[in-house]
């Protein structure tokens, strides 16, 4: 029989019991019901009247006549017992009698015996009627009790049934699926039935025998797969080193176990946080991984490691390797893979690189001031007196110098900020102090174009931990840049704010802005925003950037494109 056979038939039973059980029960208690109102109807409400009159008859009164009456109309309504009616009608004699003879006695006998006769009489068929009402009671009692009893047994015959027929066949093919979970792919089940069970039962058994069948035929196979897999492994140029989720090594190649200087052996199958104890290497390796939730895209140096007999440089490049296992939907993390890309002959030619702008930058210096120099002999008229057009050739010149100058500036902060000496002299200075030091350098270039200042800055304000020069050319580079992007007849908006820890300083202009796509590339070395005709080099936001991050602050930039940008330098207060 079909599972679902089985369910309809059992639920179904049940639930015509329930309805059989609620109409035995509807219909002894409304039997018992009926008995019960026939008694308080009809009898009951006959020794009430008759009590009534009783009662006014001992006790006369100005309203006994009345009581009486309303009492006997009520009587005479409710007459149900045999020989009742007869029995009314000599008490309406008497009690007429009664009226006229103005309270006789021998009346009032005769009335009394005529109201005993009829309380005798409902007394008799009260007890009558009881008896006919516990014989229903124990009728329904009966009933609803065999009732019961046959649907509590049915009930219970499909409790103890109907669940172990579904039950058991899923229990024993969870057990059998844990056991092909456990690669016991020989495990069979065997379910001897024409329900649904049984074609599950062939239809897991058939799955059973192909996956025994598919692990016999491919373990070969994915040994020799292991095998190719290590190999090239072992032939890459870069060290690699495998980790489980448990940060145990899996496997290291022969160039990472060369940078370690350890065996294969003291090595895989070892927890690198063991291996950290005594390797500072491996220490190093593994710091990003020991951390909850590290920085996604921040940039990280180089790793300088001593190898082939000299200091070498390797970038680290960590893979988090995770797997959705079959059946389910959330991937797991299984491993990691670390990988150290040898960078150190670049490494070397940037240092060339930087060494030579260095060289170049430093040796172009004396010359170009030199230029400057008999520049300002030749504008003095006491040497001799110049046309407009040499005039002209000069300021062209002078011009030409001093950017050339610039640009030498700038390469040679550049080479600090390569190298890594960043020459710094942090104390105690006053940002007012800095910032009209960076508008008085960068006058004579506002001028030019009609630009004025709007500076807001509170008359007192808290000084600043940081490099007075640095921090000055800093401002300078934003607030020319400011000018140079500005419209004629502009105003940049400098201000001077103070937070709880910082005093902030900003650069507004009303230029054209920056593109949303430029946005986060301005701080990048040598960018300059396509399509833009203004010189410069790509190098000052750069090393601004540097400058100020050196000296424990921030630099960041608000921009609306066509409604200009706004450059932040954050530096820290004293303490």
């Excluded at 032939?235 to 990472?256: C, Q, R, S, W």
């Excluded at 000084?463 to 300078?476: H, I, R």
């Amino acid at each position: 029989m079909k599972i679902k056979t089985k369910l309809t038939l059992g639920v179904g039973l049940l639930f015509i019991l329930i309805i059989l059980l609620s109409i035995v029960g509807a219909f002894n208690i409304n039997a018992l019901k009926s008995d019960t109102e026939n008694i308080l109807k009809a009898n009951y409400n006959s020794l009430l009247y008759s009590r009534n009159i009783l009662s006014v008859l001992n006790n006369p009164s100005e309203k006994t006549i009345q009581v009486i009456e309303d009492n006997l109309k009520k009587q005479e309504n409710n007459a149900t017992e045999i020989g009742e009616l007869d029995a009314n009608l000599e008490l309406r004699n008497n009690f007429e009698a009664y009226k006229k003879s103005n309270s006789n006695s021998s009346v009032q006998l005769a009335i009394q015996e005529n109201l005993f006769q009829i309380m005798d009489m409902n007394m008799q068929a009260i007890q009558r009627k009881s008896e006919v009402a516990k014989t229903t009671a124990d009728k329904a009692v009966f009933w609803i009790v065999v009732t019961g009893t046959i649907c509590f047994l049915i009930a219970f015959i499909l409790l103890v049934n109907l669940p172990s027929n579904i039950a058991n066949p899923i229990k024993e093919l969870t057990e059998s699926i844990k056991q092909i979970a456990a690669k016991n792919y020989s495990k069979r089940v065997h379910f001897e039935s024409h329900s649904e069970f049984g074609e599950l039962a062939k239809s897991f058994n058939s799955m059973a025998e192909k996956l025994e069948e598919y692990n016999n035929s491919n373990l070969a196979k994915l040994m020799m797969e292991k095998k190719r897999i290590e190999t090239l492994i072992n032939n890459m140029h870069d060290p690699v080193i495998g980790l489980d989720e448990n940060l145990k090594v899996i496997f290291a190649n022969e160039e990472a176990l060369k940078i370690i200087g350890s065996t294969a052996i003291e090595i895989i199958g070892h927890f690198t946080q063991e291996l950290a104890l005594k390797n500072d290497l491996v220490r190093n390796l593994i710091t990003d991984l020991m951390i909850e939730n590290p920085i996604l895209g921040q940039k990280r140096a180089p790793v300088k490691i001593f190898a082939e007999n000299k200091e070498s440089y390797f970038e680290k490049e960590t893979l988090h390797i995770s797997i959705v296992p079959t059946g389910e939907k959330d991937s797991i993390l299984v491993g990691h893979v670390i990988f150290l890309r040898n960078v150190t002959s670049y490494k070397e030619l940037d240092f060339a690189k930087t060494n030579f702008i260095a060289t170049v930058s430093h040796e172009l210096k004396t010359p170009i001031s030199s230029i400057k120099l008999s520049l300002q002999l030749l504008e003095n008229a006491e040497i001799g007196h110049l046309n407009d057009e040499q005039k002209n050739l000069v300021e062209s010149i002078k011009d030409d110098a001093t950017r050339l100058l610039k640009i030498t500036g700038e390469l040679l902060n550049m080479t600090q900020v390569e190298s890594g000496n960043i020459q710094l002299s942090i104390m105690p200075a006053d940002p007012k102090e800095i910032l009209l030091y960076a508008i008085n350098a960068t006058q004579t270039q506002a001028d030019q174009k009609q630009i004025k200042f709007n500076i807001e800055c509170p008359d007192s304000i808290s000084k600043v931990q940081a490099d007075n020069e640095k921090t000055a050319w800093v401002l300078t580079n934003l607030i020319s840049n400011a000018i140079r992007y500005s419209y004629d007849n502009s105003t940049i908006y400098l201000s001077i704010i103070e937070t709880k820890n910082n005093v902030q300083i900003s650069v507004r202009d009303r230029g054209q802005g920056i593109a949303p796509q430029y946005k986060d590339k301005v701080f990048d070395r040598y960018f300059r925003v396509p399509g833009t005709k203004k010189e410069g080099t790509g190098l000052g936001l750069s090393i601004s950037k540097e400058f100020i991050e050196a000296q424990g602050g921030q630099i960041s930039v608000e921009t609306e494109f066509g409604a200009g940008s706004k450059f932040s330098i954050t530096l820290n207060t004293l303490t």
